[in-house]
């Protein structure tokens, strides 16, 4: 009969813990929501971007490589595949497209929207070039004289990242776009006047490729930078969503591990007295359970909602900078991680309600017995020893409270980090390039352009990495970045020391793999240029390089080159665009990183809250004590509350300086083959703003525990 009576008060029992600790569980909730929310969408969206990408690339046929060569080719060669890839370019109204032969077996392109070519006035756009300079499908398009209705999107495995040039470090869907037209439409746009390259498929190296097809130059897809820079911008944040909810996840855990840690010693008396009852640890579980399993459980129904509904936001967030092709749901991924992130929460839970109210403790941890105020002759004052003693007696509390502390700090530092370190990038090509156009031409091509004509060699390292090697005159003027340039100058820019730890006095050894030439320079100087990995060689006649060294010829321009549809130019780059693509990616981070920093803010404040909340109902009793026994309010903030600033600020740092390396490792896997580099800012308001904030809001909380001990 009393058990049945018992069991009839539980229920209330978890009501009225609901009503008191309502505050708690709402952080709770908040936490588990987010985390729920963020793995969902962005760890999917991103995964099934990934998929989509490698699914089309294996579908469509995308490259192994390229090649250009003068040598007649065998119609088959053992252990290769290639095709020859026609394209021309037509400039006009201040914007470039670039024109594809449509491709029979390699890099074949997907219509994403509308329906395929199917006579010769008909074109296929590239989706973000149509959208930026407001073109639709069923409209008209005029280009060389020749009109073709636009009667769908289209995208290959190879121009997915649409950029005319690897100086460029995202998509210019403005004032850069490619197309795609029939055989007959691409010879009536060029006639003869366009450019040729082969791409190939095969399982051999680059190296045996080029014994096989003596190419004037060859690249691999691991160095091209449209290809693997998709792949590494799907990769990268797919990763750190995972980092990201591991991170929530375990701080899902503290809290847990807090609030059932602050319950139970509240409820040590009535645990009690239910075993005296003759209450079951079965009944026990399902009862101190039932309040946070509700919780969690809430949080994660309506966060996996929103999440599951804000996926097909997160697969086109970079929409802006790339052409994606027609992306998919990886469902059966979607179902996984429903299904883990729910288990793993419950499970969390039942663990801890096991641990905290029914596994039988083996003894109890002695108290503490302040005695009143006398002189010691120990060094440390009291109030700082009895401090040092809570904290080696409740070691479970300081590493709560260390582990929240520096998680936050490490979302909150990535988070300024990465968006400061992208907007430097922005302002330092403005800065570091100061020609208005380049113009590139046919080796062949006797071209008559007046400016500061250089040549760009495309060399691999000894970890076979596509090197930009540029051959500058001694008088160059957009290439000296204020340094005194002389004959036989080596010089490496800021960006290629960071990236590959050179410095002066070093020697790179780079390989023309086409015809197997080995090139050995030793470093004598490094210019100021942060935002790209270059090498610059110094010479009065350019000859540095074998003659059967492939090079592009190339000259900078103060001006606009007016005949730019010249036959002999193959392509052009404009000042403007370069920096244009740099405000494109600054863009998305900047979406990104808003929705990372609010979420980084509110867990803050609420992390922080119910970190020292926690702090001061775990001392609530020996500050009631040694109040009454006359201690100042000074001396009792000592002794429950020293020291816990100046950890705070240890580990704050601390997570600032892995934040550093995360950024790092971040960039790099989307872009360390890639000629471009970002560097990690140095800014001293970064450090001030991202820490100062955190600092700034335990103080606050640290300060309201100060009045509420006065208040007692």
């Keep these: 009969m009393v058990k049945d009576n018992v069991k009839k008060r539980l ?27 963020i793995f969902i969408s962005f760890f999917v969206g991103t995964s099934s971007v990934l998929q989509s990408v490698n699914q089309f690339n294996d579908s469509y046929k995308v490259e192994d490589g390229v090649f250009q060569t003068t040598k007649e080719l065998d119609k088959s060669i053992p252990t290769i595949q290639y095709e020859q890839m026609k394209y021309g370019e037509i400039r006009q109204d201040g914007n470039t497209i670039r024109v594809f032969q449509a491709r029979e077996e390699i890099n074949r392109y997907q219509v994403t929207n509308g329906k395929d070519i199917k006579s010769d006035t008909e074109i296929l756009l590239d ?118 909810a591991v991170l929530l996840y375990l701080i899902v855990l503290v809290l847990l591990s807090v609030y059932h840690f602050e319950v139970s010693k509240k409820e040590k008396n009535n645990l009690d007295t239910f075993h005296k009852l003759g209450v079951s640890k079965a009944t026990l579980f399902k009862h101190y359970m039932m309040e946070t399993n509700v919780t969690l459980a809430l949080a994660w129904f309506i966060g996996g909602i929103i999440g599951i509904f804000s996926i097909e936001t997160i697969m086109q967030m970079n929409q802006k900078i790339y052409n994606y092709p027609i992306l998919e749901i990886n469902y059966l991924l979607l179902g996984f991680c429903v299904i883990v992130s729910l288990l793993f929460i419950l499970s969390m839970n039942l663990l801890l309600v096991y641990q905290f109210y029914i596994k039988q403790q083996n003894g109890r941890s002695s108290k503490i017995k302040p005695g009143r105020k006398q002189r010691n002759s120990s060094v440390i004052p009291f109030a700082y020893r009895y401090r040092l003693k809570r904290i080696t007696r409740n070691k479970k509390e300081m590493a709560l409270f260390v582990i929240l502390v520096f998680f936050v700090g490490l979302l909150m530092n990535f988070s300024f980090l990465l968006k400061d370190s992208v907007t430097q990038y922005v302002h330092d090509l403005g800065v570091e390039n100061t020609f208005e156009e380049i113009l590139f031409y046919s080796p062949q091509a006797e071209a008559k352009v007046s400016g500061e004509s250089f040549k760009i060699y495309n060399l691999h390292d000894q970890a076979g990495v596509s090197q930009s090697v540029y051959v500058i005159s001694p008088d160059s003027d957009f290439f000296h970045y204020d340094l005194p340039l002389k004959d036989g100058d080596v010089i490496i820019t800021e960006a290629f020391a960071k990236k590959y730890d050179k410095s002066v006095g070093d020697s790179l050894e780079l390989t023309d793999i086409a015809n197997e030439k080995k090139y050995h320079f030793d470093i004598n100087k490094i210019n100021s240029v942060s935002t790209v990995s270059t090498i610059y060689l110094v010479s009065k006649n350019g000859q540095l390089m074998n003659e059967e060294t492939f090079a592009t010829p190339a000259v900078a321009m103060a001006d606009s080159y007016e005949n730019s549809n010249a036959p002999y130019i193959e392509a052009k780059l404009e000042r403007d665009e370069i920096i244009n693509s740099g405000e494109n990616i600054l863009d998305v981070i900047n979406k990104q990183i808003t929705l990372i920093l609010s979420l980084a803010v509110v867990l803050l404040v609420a992390l922080l809250y119910s970190l020292l909340e926690f702090s001061f109902q775990n001392s609530r009793k020996s500050i009631e004590t040694l109040k009454l026994q006359g201690y100042s309010l000074p001396e009792l903030m000592k002794m429950h509350f020293a020291f816990s600033l100046p950890i705070a600020i240890v580990f704050i740092v601390g997570s600032y300086l892995l934040s550093r390396l995360v950024v790092r490792v971040f960039l790099d896997q989307i872009m360390f083959d890639f000629v471009n580099f970002v560097r990690v800012t140095e800014s001293v308001a970064i450090i001030l703003i991202s820490n100062g904030l955190i600092i700034a809001i335990f103080s606050f909380f640290l300060l309201k525990n100060r009045r509420k001990i006065n208040m007692l």
């Design 127 to 244: 989706n973000n070039f149509m959208e930026a300079n407001g073109l639709k499908i069923g409209e008209n398009i005029e280009l060389n004289g020749n009109n073709f209705t636009i009667v769908g999107t289209a995208i290959s495995p190879d121009y997915i990242t649409t950029k005319n040039s690897n100086l460029v470090l995202q998509a210019n869907a403005k004032v850069f776009g490619i197309a795609f037209v029939n055989n007959a439409a691409f010879a009536s746009l060029f006639n003869e006047n366009y450019a040729t390259y082969y791409a190939y498929r095969s399982a051999s190296s680059v190296e045996e490729i080029s014994k096989l097809v003596d190419p004037l130059y060859i690249n691999d897809s691991r160095n091209n930078t449209r290809i693997q820079q998709v792949i590494g911008d799907a990769k990268a944040p797919r990763d750190l969503a995972l980092l990201l």
């Design 11 to 37: 229920g209330k029992r978890v009501l009225r813990r609901f009503a008191a600790y309502k505050l708690k569980l709402f952080v709770l909730f908040l936490v588990v929501f987010s985390t729920t929310a």
